[in-house]
C-alpha cells in the first residue's frame, strides 16, 4: 500500500469545494502547503461550504490535526460551513476541541492598565471584602449565641487542640520577638535620654511602650502571621478536598463545627499572649538597662512599677483581645472564600494574612485616637 502522502481540492457544481486527503500525514513528512486551499476559500464568491475528505489517510499524527484546524479557521472567517464528516472520528473530535477553546490573545494581558482601571479595580475589591465581612461576622455572632445557649455543633476536643496551637505552640516565637522589641526599644531610647543624663527612664519607656502598644501590636502580626495563615490554609484546604461541601451535606453547620473553635481559642489566648509578651519585652529591655547604662536591677523594676499601671495593662490587653478576633475572622473568612484549586489556598494564605495586619494596624489607630480623647 503506497503511504505517498496527497492534498487536492476541487470545487463541485453546487459550490462546495472539497478537500481530499490521502497517504501518510505525519510529523515526519513535514507540513504541506494548505495556501492554495486557503486561496480557493477567498475566491469570489465563496464556496457554499468546506468539505474535508480524509478516506484515503493511511496514517496520521498531528501534523494532519494542523493541516485540518488551519483550513476549518480559514472557512470560519469566512462563514464558510465545515463538513468534517468524512474524516477520521479522532481528528474530528480533536479539531472540534481545539475550536472550542478560544487562543488567548496575548496583546491584550500585555497591555498595561490605566491608572483609572487599577484604582476602580481596587475600590470594587475592597467593597466586595466588606460586603463578604459583614455577614460573616454576622454567622460567628449568632454562632457563638449558638454556644451560649449550649447548641453549637463544635467538638471540645477540637477546640483544646487550637488553644494548644494558638497559645503554648506559640510561646516560642512571641517570646523571641517581644525580647527583641524590648531590647530595641531600651537601646533606643537609651542613646537619647543618656544625653540628657536620664537614663534611669529607659524603664518607663520601656513599660509604657509595651504594656500600652508593642506588646499587644507585636503579638497580634506574629498571630496573623502564625495563626491566621494556618486557619485560612487548613479551611481552604478543606474547601479544595470538598470536605466543607460534605459537612453541609450533612447538616452541619461549618461556622460552629470548623470557624467557632478557632476563633473562640484565639480569643482565649491573644489575652494571654499579650500579658506575657509584656513582661518578655519589659526583661529585654532590662537586659540593656542593666548591661548598658549600670541601673540596678532594684532600679529598673521600682521605675517600670511605678510608670506602669494597671490603666496601661488593660489597654494592652484589651487590645489584644480585639486583635485576636481580627485574626481568627480574617483567617476563617479567607480560608471559606478559598476557590477549588491548589493555588487558591496559596492565595487564601497570603490574603488573610495582609487583611489581618492591616485591621490590625487601623484598630490600633483607632484605640490611639479614643484613649487621647478620654485621656487614658
Known amino acids: 500500500m503506497s503511504e505517498r502522502r496527497e492534498l487536492t481540492f ?9 478537500v481530499h486527503f490521502s497517504g501518510a500525514w505525519t510529523l515526519s513528512e513535514g507540513l504541506p502547503d ?3 486551499v486557503t ?30 484546524s488551519q483550513l476549518a479557521d480559514a472557512a470560519r472567517k469566512r462563514s464558510v460551513p ?13 479539531v472540534q476541541l481545539a475550536a472550542a477553546v478560544p487562543e488567548r490573545d496575548s496583546r491584550k494581558s500585555s497591555a498595561p492598565e490605566g491608572f483609572l482601571a487599577r484604582l ?24 457563638f449565641a449558638s ?17 494548644q496551637d494558638c497559645g503554648v505552640s506559640a510561646l516560642g516565637i512571641v517570646s523571641l520577638i517581644s525580647l527583641l522589641v524590648g531590647l530595641i526599644l531600651a537601646f533606643v531610647g537609651a542613646v537619647q535620654l543618656q544625653q540628657f543624663g536620664a537614663a534611669i527612664y529607659v524603664a518607663d519607656l520601656v513599660g509604657i511602650a509595651m504594656t500600652r502598644e508593642m506588646g499587644a501590636m507585636m503579638t497580634g502580626i506574629i498571630m496573623a502571621g502564625r495563626t491566621g495563615a494556618a ?54 529591655g532590662g537586659l540593656v538597662g542593666v548591661g548598658m547604662l549600670g541601673i540596678t536591677p532594684e532600679q529598673y523594676v521600682n521605675h517600670t512599677m511605678k510608670a506602669v499601671s494597671m490603666t496601661n ?9 480585639v486583635f485576636g478576633i481580627l485574626v481568627a475572622v480574617s483567617g476563617c473568612l479567607r480560608g471559606m472564600q478559598c476557590g477549588r484549586d491548589s493555588a487558591a489556598v496559596g492565595r487564601a494564605t497570603t490574603s488573610a494574612v495582609v487583611t489581618s495586619i492591616v485591621l490590625i494596624i487601623l484598630t490600633d489607630a483607632i484605640f490611639t485616637v479614643v484613649c487621647n480623647v478620654l485621656g487614658v
Open 120 to 143: 476602580g479595580r481596587g475600590a470594587l475589591a475592597v467593597y466586595d471584602d466588606a460586603a463578604a465581612f459583614v455577614p460573616f461576622v454576622g454567622e460567628a455572632v449568632v454562632s
Open 147 to 163: 454556644l451560649a445557649r449550649g447548641r453549637a455543633r463544635m467538638r471540645r476536643s477540637d477546640l483544646f487542640v487550637e488553644i
Open 313 to 321: 495593662f488593660a489597654i494592652g490587653i484589651l487590645k489584644g483581645s
Open 39 to 68: 486561496a480557493a476559500l477567498a475566491a469570489s464568491p465563496p464556496p457554499s461550504s468546506l468539505r474535508l475528505e480524509g478516506r484515503g489517510i493511511e496514517r496520521w499524527d498531528s501534523a494532519l490535526v494542523s493541516v485540518v
Open 82 to 94: 465545515v463538513d468534517l464528516g468524512a474524516l477520521p472520528s479522532g481528528v474530528g473530535r480533536l
Open 10 to 18: 476541487r470545487r463541485t457544481e453546487g459550490g462546495v469545494l472539497e
Open 231 to 284: 486557619f485560612a490554609a487548613q479551611i481552604g484546604n478543606m474547601k479544595v478536598t470538598e470536605e466543607i461541601d460534605a459537612l453541609q451535606t450533612f447538616g452541619i453547620s461549618p461556622m460552629e463545627y470548623l470557624v467557632l473553635p478557632r476563633m473562640l481559642a484565639l480569643f482565649v489566648m491573644m489575652p494571654l499572649l499579650t500579658l506575657y509578651a509584656d513582661f518578655v519585652g519589659m526583661f529585654g
Open 34 to 36: 494548505a495556501e492554495p
